[in-house]
């Protein structure tokens, strides 16, 4: 019985440290985009994808 419940207890603090990580990844992440956005000019600061591909009447550039 012991065993079983160290094993549940390894198993319930990796789960939290993995979510841990991956919280402070997302959030470093985020940080690092900000970053780069401060740094685009037009049109490359749009968020529109179709701004990079199509022109003002939707042909392709």
Do not use: N, W
Request: hydrophobic share 35%; charged share 30%.
């Amino acid at each position: 019985m012991t065993r079983v419940v160290v094993e549940a207890l390894t198993e319930r603090l990796e789960r939290i440290t993995g979510r841990r990580q991956a919280k402070a990844t997302v959030e470093e992440m985020l940080e690092i985009g900000g970053r780069c956005a401060a740094h685009m000019t037009e049109p490359g600061h749009s968020l529109d994808h179709g701004d990079f591909f199509y022109d003002d009447i939707g042909m392709p550039k």
